[in-house]
Each structure stands twice: as structure tokens, then as C-alpha cells.
């Protein structure tokens, strides 16, 4: 079964306006982590955002906010007030520390494309 | 800037070869990853070393290997190579202290073409 499902391959969204990028996770273990990364098309993978499983607060870092909904097991992103430079590939990930890997697991994307 | 540096940035190379790409992590970071990203089967991960040891395996072929050295920097190692090779590989570094988040901090990656 898929760890983390991303089922956008592709959003648009107008300049201005906001947009949620849908993220779910399966898991049995009780502690665990979800982020979010941003791929621009020349290829770095930049860290966004964490959420982590015992947060009980939806956690934010400037434009970008998670959508944390533990019992449905979705993590989602929003981005507010878009900007041409967030036109980018996103990725959701997820780690879980309890089976002792603290690698990361991605989904498969989602490519946001920004419109003026 | 992540910190993280990768070497080479681009490498074109032939099937059957071996190539070695090398990783230099963020400052105070033990912990190395290794990821492949092609375009059918998006971010793999493939291997994981802690202070010089490895500490888990993900899809890594046969053919590949890798290692971290005593002053931290990894390479990674990929031989006798196919066209299915062709992808951009990362490596990622991390704090991996108690109470620390664990995100990863990537390099810019390695883009191979295999030939």
C-alpha cells in the first residue's frame, strides 16, 4: 500500500487567489511526521513545512499552511495568495521513527501551475 | 542554499559504466541519504548512513553502492549501468538529534544520462 497518496498530478490555480494541494497518509504508527517540499523546475527540493502527529495545532510558515486532519489521515497544503513563483512540482512525505527508519516516503506529486 | 553539495551536477555516461557521485552534507549533519527520482517512479529511497554506518536500505539495485566517510561526505557508487539508470539522484542530510523535526535538507542533485 502507498504511504503517502497524492491524487493531483496536476492544480491551477489564478495569481492572487489560494489553493489546496491534497495529501493522505497510511500509517499504523502512532508518531510520525509529514512534510512538504517544493521542486521548481530547475530541480532543488526546498523543505516547506512539518506537521508532526502529536501537534495539535495546524502548522504554518508564511504562506503556506497544513490542513492537518489526523482521523482522515490527510495532511493537506494550502498556499495563500499565490505568486508566479510557486508554479512548481509539490511533494508530501511522511517519516516514521517508531519502525526505526527515519528515511522519507513521498508521494508522487502534484505540479501547481500559477496564472497570471 | 541547503548546505547540502553534490558533485557532479550533470554526468553523461555509457551503458555498462560505472559512475561515482559525491555528497557533502549541511555542517554538524551525521546523518546521509540517497534518493532517485526518475520519471516513472518519482523519489525512491535507496540508502540511509548515520556517522559512517549504514543505518537502512531502501530499492537499492545489486549494482549500486554507497558509503560515508570518516569526515562525513557519502559517495555513491552505480555500476555497470542501464538506461532505466538515467535519473536525477539526491542526497539529503539531517540534524537527526532528539526533538528535532528530521526534515531533510537536499543538495541540488546529480542528473545522469545513461547512453
Known amino acids: 500500500a502507498q504511504k503517502i497518496t497524492q491524487t493531483q498530478p496536476g492544480m491551477f490555480v489564478q495569481e492572487k487567489e489560494a489553493v489546496t494541494l491534497d495529501c493522505t497518509y497510511d500509517t499504523s504508527d502512532p508518531s510520525y511526521g509529514l512534510f512538504w517540499y517544493k521542486q521548481p523546475s530547475s530541480g532543488e527540493m526546498i523543505f516547506l513545512i512539518y506537521?508532526?502527529?502529536?501537534?495539535?495545532q495546524n502548522a504554518t510558515e508564511g504562506r503556506y499552511s497544513l490542513n492537518f486532519q489526523k482521523a482522515r489521515k490527510s495532511a493537506n497544503l494550502v498556499i495563500s495568495a499565490s505568486q508566479l513563483g510557486d508554479s512548481a512540482m509539490y511533494f508530501c512525505a511522511m517519516r516514521e521513527p517508531e519502525t526505526g527508519a527515519n528515511n522519507l516516503f513521498f508521494g508522487t506529486g502534484t505540479r501547481l501551475t500559477v496564472i497570471p | 542554499d541547503s548546505g547540502v553539495t553534490q558533485t557532479p551536477k550533470h554526468l553523461i555516461t555509457a551503458t555498462g559504466q560505472r559512475v561515482t557521485l559525491r555528497c557533502s552534507p549541511r555542517s554538524g549533519d551525521l546523518s546521509v541519504y540517497w534518493y532517485q527520482q526518475s520519471l516513472d517512479q518519482g523519489l525512491q529511497f535507496l540508502i540511509h548512513y548515520y556517522n559512517g554506518e549504514e543505518r537502512a536500505k531502501g530499492n537499492i539495485l545489486e549494482r549500486f553502492s554507497a558509503q560515508q566517510f570518516p569526515d562525513l561526505h557519502s559517495e555513491l557508487n552505480l555500476s555497470s549501468l542501464e538506461l532505466g539508470d538515467s535519473a536525477l539522484y539526491f542526497c539529503?542530510?539531517?540534524?537527526?538529534?532528539?526533538?528535532?523535526?528530521?526534515?531533510?535538507?537536499f543538495g541540488e542533485g546529480s542528473r545522469l544520462t545513461v547512453l
Open positions: 506537521q508532526g502527529s502529536y501537534d495539535q
Open positions: 539529503a542530510s539531517s540534524v537527526e538529534s532528539a526533538g528535532h523535526t528530521g526534515e531533510l535538507f
